[in-house]
């Protein structure tokens, strides 16, 4: 039997551009593990951060080192797609952020008329968007923490105006608030705000990210994830949690080794767990999602309330991650994973023939 061609698509134009080279070396071993190398042959193609796709030794160079291509380089023809695309059996977009998860390379990869893992068009934008996936969540009842919406027309268009919104959101929400662009992953953008003079500056530079805004009021709560791995009929991990020092879950610190912390599974009553993988099914299905997600939560332990933060539709994939950790300790090592969720994308299509 022939084996599968996988083509591994990483890179990107996003801010998690290193992320992504990341994740793609630790699918990469998966995929050349002693239990999946007679099934799968690896073609990478490398998406440089001008949006220039590379396949052959390039990409190769770059998994290997885990080094992002600095001087660009020349090809024939900007934009145009390596042969090799045509080659391809099911695609593997380990791509995060902007430009990867949010629906554009999946629309692509949808024309191509080739299996791929994850998520559609429609999940992948909705998990991409705070706003759009607020929306789903909402219709779909599940409990949230208050929040604002704004546009950066109204941040930085009137300034009349723009006075009496941070009056509404410090009446509304109060402080401490988060103010974070809709559209960006890994806490780009993301600021803890205290006052009226640092809600100004927040704002000012959300809005340098994203045309649409979103405020949410703050809480003290745990910080719990749970994954979700399926397509039809998913089935929800154990729970995680993260803990850290730092003020709040920024991108130094998601990104600094030892600056967080990793508790699987997560000390919490069974009822809490079970609700919390319940949710995780629920949102899940909000959004449409395929393949594989991760939602994220909060735990007030002292209300018991748990308030859902936003799902991943395609998180960070390297051994220690926490989507690939959580499957570990729920029965499903890294390399079992990565052939699974290739087999999902083969199920999704065939069943959508």
Not at 146 to 150: A, F, G, I
């Given at each position: 039997?022939?084996?599968l ?14 992320v992504?080279i ?8 998966a ?13 990478p ?17 770059v998994?290997?080192?885990g ?7 020349a090809i024939?023809k ?13 695609w ?5 952020g902007?430009?990867?998860e ?8 949808s024309l ?12 992948s ?13 909402a ?6 923490v ?5 546009t ?19 009446a509304?929400?109060?402080y401490p ?5 809709a ?7 993301i600021?803890k705000?205290?006052?009226?003079s ?7 530079n ?19 994830e749970?994954?979700?791995?399926g ?19 920024d ?9 967080a ?31 594989l997600?991760?939602?994220d939560?909060f ?23 926490m ?31």
């Open positions: 039997m022939s084996k061609r996988v083509g591994l698509l990483f890179g990107g134009r996003s801010g998690e551009h290193e992504s990341s994740s793609a070396r630790a699918i990469a071993l995929l050349s593990s002693e239990e999946n190398a007679n099934k799968y042959e690896i073609l193609f490398y998406i440089q951060k001008d949006g220039r796709w590379l396949a052959g030794d390039v990409p190769q160079q998994l290997t080192s080094v992002a291509l600095t001087t660009l380089a024939s900007l934009w145009q797609f390596p042969a090799q695309t045509q080659e391809v059996d099911v593997f977009p380990i791509l995060h902007p430009n990867g949010d629906g554009t390379i999946q629309g692509l990869l191509m008329q080739v299996p791929f893992v994850g998520s559609g068009v429609l999940g934008a909705m998990g991409m968007d705070k706003i759009a996936m607020k929306m789903a969540f219709q779909a009842g599940l409990a949230q208050k929040y604002l919406t704004l950066r027309a109204q941040i930085w268009s009137n300034p009349c105006v723009f006075p009496k919104l941070c009056d509404q959101i410090e509304t929400l109060g608030c988060f103010v974070k662009p559209n960006l992953g890994s806490s780009v953008g600021a705000v205290r006052s009226s640092e809600l100004e500056a927040a704002l000012d959300a809005a340098s990210y994203d045309r649409r805004i979103i405020v949410e009021t703050g809480v003290v709560a745990r910080e719990v749970c994954a979700v791995f397509n039809d009929q998913p089935q929800a991990s154990v729970v995680g949690e993260i803990t850290f020092e730092s003020d709040f879950y991108y130094e610190t998601k990104y600094t080794q030892g600056q912390d990793l508790l699987i599974p997560a000390q919490l009553p069974d009822s809490v767990m079970r609700q919390i993988q319940d949710m995780a099914l629920q949102a899940f299905a909000a959004v449409d999602a395929a393949g997600a991760r939602v939560f735990y007030v332990e002292a209300t018991g309330e748990i308030l859902i933060n936003e799902i991943n539709t395609f998180p960070g994939f390297t051994a220690t991650s989507y690939p950790q959580l499957w570990a300790k729920s029965g499903i090592p890294f390399t079992e994973l990565v052939d699974r969720l290739i087999q999902l994308a083969l199920e999704r299509t065939q069943k959508s023939e």
